[in-house]
């Protein structure tokens, strides 16, 4: 049975940092990203890596400020995230698919969140 498990959210002030993280089980995937949702608004895409070549995509609201990373030991994927605005605010996902892509529609398999809060 496949499992995505979030961990890492909270409460951070603006400028300040925090890394979230997602341990996968149940098999091996091609891709894994983040994706955020804000109160309000759509599931947006955030940050993405290729599991084997280790390929990174990034929204360009977060880049150069956001870093994906993987543990292929750990079958663990990360997301340091920096300079952190209350726009950042959101519950992060994070998702796995078989393909190579940054379309929520394209990942099958979803974890249940972490809220990560910027305040002002």
């Known amino acids: 049975q496949v499992q995505l498990v979030e961990s890492g959210g909270g409460l951070v002030q603006a400028g300040g940092s925090l890394r979230v993280s997602c341990a996968a089980s149940?098999?091996?995937?091609?891709?894994m990203g983040w994706f955020r949702r804000a109160p309000g608004k759509e599931r947006e895409f955030v940050a993405a890596?290729?599991?084997?070549?280790?390929?990174?995509y990034y929204a360009d609201s977060v880049k150069g400020r956001f870093i994906i990373s993987r543990d292929n030991a750990k079958n663990t994927m990360y997301l340091q995230m920096n300079s952190l605005t209350p726009e950042d605010s959101a519950v992060y996902f994070c998702?796995?698919?078989?393909?190579?892509?940054?379309?929520?529609?394209?990942?099958?398999?979803w974890g249940r969140g972490t809220q990560v809060t910027v305040s002002s």
């Open positions: 998702a796995a698919t078989r393909s190579v892509s940054i379309r929520w529609a394209d990942y099958d398999y």
């Open positions: 149940g098999r091996t995937f091609t891709t």
């Open positions: 890596i290729d599991w084997i070549g280790q390929r990174t």
